[in-house]
């Protein structure tokens, strides 16, 4: 009898701890327990002198997805690896996000209840910290199935509602899954992890962050992909890349300083975008929510070449989610305004099939060419007004 009251309190004291340590880790408020985060250390950082010493060389060498010139150094590594798309939230609370900065193209697309989120397009430049990382929507896997074969997938769950919002249900009917997709839910430690100092007192959804490095390790560590899959096929068999031209000489720069836009009515004030040119540098500089948008890994703000708004129809899913699942019609074709030198080009964008890359062409049916340098992509519905 007194072996089975032992046993019993051994029994129930390990059930109490267990509880304790499983609510300590996940809470994202240290206070609550002595086994909360503050024993937890996240990686670091792995740019160091090299990243550095990369930064001096000549830039010479076409970046194949957004024309940038980078260094042969950066050449070299680049073509070692393959595309990798990473979901990146944009909550107020996730602000000022990592690794936007970095990215060759971003696409920006609103998530759920007027609250945006981007696909951060990575391949010719390194990020040390991206995030917070959120979860897969299927727009945003149409957009990178036109990154050639198997492009890497970075995201923490998704979309799983029987119907046509499915997204991680699309995964599977790709092929993706356990291969190129590289959900945090089926990747470990330290590939994905949680940062609870990065971004103070938020709650522990927006503290999931990763590295470019570290999972293009991994994906060819564990998954047998590089530049080829395991079968030897290259990643850009059949990927259609856009045209690239210099910056326009500082005479031929246009005018067009400012474009405003939203998404929803919704939340209006906390998603607005404004990009501004600046004619010195042939650039365009991001406020979103009225403030100027950071990257945290470099405490500047953004900034990109090329800013593209298209228009799709957008629709509810009706798949019973609460929160209200979203599609949008991003494989066809429809208007879309290009910005690039100061100037405004009108036009259309064309996807014909989710595995075809998206192109522009202006009113004559010619396709746009890119200013070397980061796009992005921005996703408005049908009917919403863009001032510029």
């Known amino acids: 009898m007194i072996n089975k009251k032992i046993a019993f309190v051994v029994a129930f004291v390990v059930f109490m701890l267990s509880g304790v340590t499983t609510f300590s880790f996940f809470s994202a408020e240290k206070s609550l327990s002595f086994l909360s985060p503050i024993a937890y250390k996240a990686p670091t950082p792995e740019n160091g002198s090299a990243e550095a010493a990369i930064n001096t060389e000549p830039k010479t060498e076409e970046c194949p997805i957004n024309g940038q010139l980078l260094s042969k150094t950066e050449k070299n590594i680049w073509e070692g690896q393959r595309p990798l798309g990473i979901m990146i939230e944009n909550h107020k609370a996730a602000r000022p996000q990592s690794g936007l900065s970095s990215a060759d193209i971003v696409y920006e697309v609103v998530a759920e209840g007027g609250i945006t989120r981007f696909l951060a397009i990575f391949y010719c430049q390194n990020a040390s910290y991206v995030g917070p990382v959120r979860s897969a929507r299927i727009y ?6 036109g990154y050639g074969q198997n492009p890497l997938y970075a995201h923490v769950g998704g979309a799983n509602t029987d119907g046509p919002a499915d997204a991680l249900g699309y995964i599977s009917e ?6 190129n997709d590289l959900n945090q839910f089926s990747v470990p430690f330290p590939y994905f992890w949680r940062d609870y100092e990065r971004l103070k007192n938020v709650a522990t959804e927006h503290t999931v962050y990763t590295s470019t490095k570290k999972l293009w390790q991994y994906a060819k560590d564990k998954r047998g992909l590089t530049n080829v899959d395991d079968q030897g096929v290259r990643w850009d068999k059949g990927f259609s890349p856009w045209k690239f031209e210099d910056d326009a000489k500082a005479s031929d720069r246009g005018k067009v300083v400012k474009i405003d836009f939203g998404f929803w009515d919704n939340l209006a004030s906390d998603f607005g975008v404004v990009w501004s040119y600046d004619s010195n540098t042939n650039s365009y500089k991001r406020t979103n929510g009225g403030a100027p948008h950071l990257d945290k890994n470099t405490g500047k703000i953004l900034e990109a070449k090329n800013i593209v708004v298209m228009f799709a129809k957008e629709s509810p899913a009706n798949d019973g989610y609460e929160g209200g699942h979203l599609l949008y019609k991003n494989v066809g074709s429809g208007e879309m305004l290009f910005f690039k ?6 036009g ?3 996807k014909e099939t989710g595995e075809d890359n998206i192109k522009f062409f202006d009113s004559n049916d010619k396709e746009i060419s890119i200013v070397r340098g980061q796009v992005f992509i921005e996703m408005l519905p049908i009917g919403n007004k ?3």
Request: glycine share 8%.
């Open 348 to 350: 259309t964008w064309s």
């Open 140 to 145: 945003f896997l149409r957009f990178l199935e």
């Open 386 to 388: 863009v001032n510029y």
């Open 174 to 179: 790709l092929g993706w899954s356990s291969y």
């Open 341 to 346: 030198n100061g100037q405004v080009i009108k």
